[in-house]
T-cell receptor
């Protein structure tokens, strides 16, 4: 158990809809990362928040947005969903020290299926 | 443009054998190279990592070999066990934001008893 909690574990929705994925980082971790894993693909970095502030952005679509709340949990919002958005979405967190070592602790992911 | 290329895509090894997975990177600014292990239905978990100031790092049966001039690094799993069957990802990142990693596409390892 990595200590990172993601909900929901599975989500099935229709094209054009909007969903919100939630992540609670490990206790004490200030940094949260979102990654997308499509079928048979590696993980693609989407976005990072550190202590409530956006720290880095990767290949995140304009239809997607994220935020980190004062209690450090984070939400990834996906809107106007398309079939190609079907994927596993992982949240990861790191400690202050981890920000430099790169050690990430991943949750078990939220599997999104868009029909 | 993929910055971290991983091979092979899949690997079958007999129990007790050596599993070798290779990765190559392009960005010379990368200076942290972790390997992650992922079991079905689980998130990736950090297995072992190396910085470019050393050429090899060993932790138990797992060894990373690093060749800075060739921009390549590899994971060796000695005495492979069926419990090692998983998907392995190499990754690379920069010290300026080490958590923002670029991942390879993964290698599915099957260790046959």
């Amino acid at each position: 158990d990595s200590g990172v909690t993601q909900t929901p574990k599975h989500l099935i929705t229709a094209t054009g809809q909007r969903v919100t994925l939630r992540c609670s980082p490990r206790s004490g971790d200030l940094s949260v990362y979102w990654y997308q894993q499509s079928l048979d693909q590696g993980l693609q970095f989407l976005i990072q928040y550190y202590n409530g502030e956006e720290r880095a952005k990767g290949n995140i679509l304009e239809r997607f947005s994220a935020q980190q709340f004062p209690d450090l949990h984070s939400e990834l919002n996906l809107s106007s969903l398309e079939l190609g958005d079907s994927a596993l979405y992982f949240c990861a967190s790191s400690s202050r020290a981890g920000l430099n070592t790169g050690e990430l602790f991943f949750g078990e992911g939220s599997r999104l299926t868009v029909l | 443009q993929q910055q971290v290329k991983q091979s092979p895509q899949s690997l079958i090894v007999q129990k007790g054998g050596i599993s070798i997975i290779n990765c190559a990177y392009e960005n010379t600014a990368f200076d942290y190279f972790p390997w992650y292990q992922q079991f079905p239905g689980k998130g990736p978990a950090l297995l072992i990592a190396i910085r470019p100031d050393v050429s090899e790092k060993k932790e138990g049966r797992f060894t990373i070999s690093f060749n800075k001039s060739a921009k390549q690094f590899s994971l060796h799993i000695m005495d492979s066990q069926p419990g090692d069957s998983a998907t392995y990802f190499c990754a690379a990142s920069m010290a300026s934001n080490a958590g923002k990693s670029t991942f390879g596409d993964g290698t599915t390892l099957t260790v046959k008893p």
